[in-house]
């Protein structure tokens, strides 16, 4: 066996796969999905048409779009039993807690797990992109003591992801912007999540594992867990002057500033951070109300000024879900319920091409 012998700490800049899926190309400042730029895709295209791109390895034509659309509509209900759990789980537990526990559910429902082959896999997220919105905003509902929601196959499938959270039919302008959100959140590379999934799909264990160790992954305030972050911090405070007291407060003591930073970019801006950017203006101007808009220039200008550290997606992504009205715990849950759609293509690959991820350690421990 050959063996590597330098530790890298977090594992920084080491290649973990090879894949076809997508590749953060820092020095062009390009996300590339399959071919196609993310940002520019994010410009022409909509979540589901990039869904489409992730699992079948091509965008879709105007037949296929609909016939995906179509195909998910049927499979959004979730069993009743799903419910039941989810009724039974403390009313304290956190939406994606439930959320792992109802994706963990869903395999008992798969006949045939241990078929690992690319056309089960895709069966499968599929499956689980359409039953995704229901198990994100109802299992939120019933933690809350209310009623689920029912699924709605008139709207669009970002438009009925939007319902079911808010219980109010979207605005075409919401829906875009909240479609836009999914679509940048779809794929990212290698984050810590697509790791889990792939190290736990790399056991020939199925789609419904690896999704919810995925779950795990994301729900940490270093990875998706940060957006939900972003907004408490921004409730804190009132304006971006006491925004701007609050990073320098934050800093000082030599604490994370949420939002901010990226194991890739790090000293560069997120381009998905200035698409959501411009959709924050867009609500603002919508509201008449700048203020939240003001807050985040003035943390952005600050981070710069002190550190040279620039804004991630779930900076911008934050606050506008705040003005899509969207409960803060449900933040994290829909960076999930987007993800889902990378991280499926992820195990699919895996599964399709595996070997066993199995790394080896650097032994600091008592001599022997
Ligand atoms: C996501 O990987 C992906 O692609 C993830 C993601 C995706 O789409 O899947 O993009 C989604 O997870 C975005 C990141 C969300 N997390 C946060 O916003 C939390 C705050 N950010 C940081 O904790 C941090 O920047 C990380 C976790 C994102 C990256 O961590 P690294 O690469 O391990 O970097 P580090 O913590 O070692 O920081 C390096 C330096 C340190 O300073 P020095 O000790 O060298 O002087 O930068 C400083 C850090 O203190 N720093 C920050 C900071 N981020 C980095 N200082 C204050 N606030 C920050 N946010």
Redesign the pocket.
Known sequence: MKTVNRFVP?L?GVIASETGISF?DTEQEKIIIRGHELIELSHERNYLEVLHLLLEGALPNAEEKEALETKLKGMYNLPDEIYHILKRLPKETHPMDALRTGISCLAGYDQNLEDTSVKANKERAYLMMAKLPALVANSYHILNGKEPIEPRADLSYSANFLYMITGEVPTDTEVKIFDKSLLL?SE???????FTARVIASTLSDLYGALTGAVASLKG????G?NE??MYSLREVDSAAGYEQYIMK??KN???????????Y?KKM?PRALVMKDALKQLCELKGDDKLLEMCEAGERV?ERE?G?YP????YAAPVYWLLNIPIPLYTPIFFGS?AAGLSAHVIEQHANNRLFRPRVQYVGESY
Do not use: C, Q
């Open positions: 977090g920084e953060l959140y990212h590379e290698m984050p810590n999540s697509t305030p270093l990875h998706g940060a972050a972003v934050k800093l030599k604490e994370k500033v949420m939002g901010f930073g990226h194991r890739v790090m997120d981070m550190i550290i991630n997606l779930d900076y993800r």
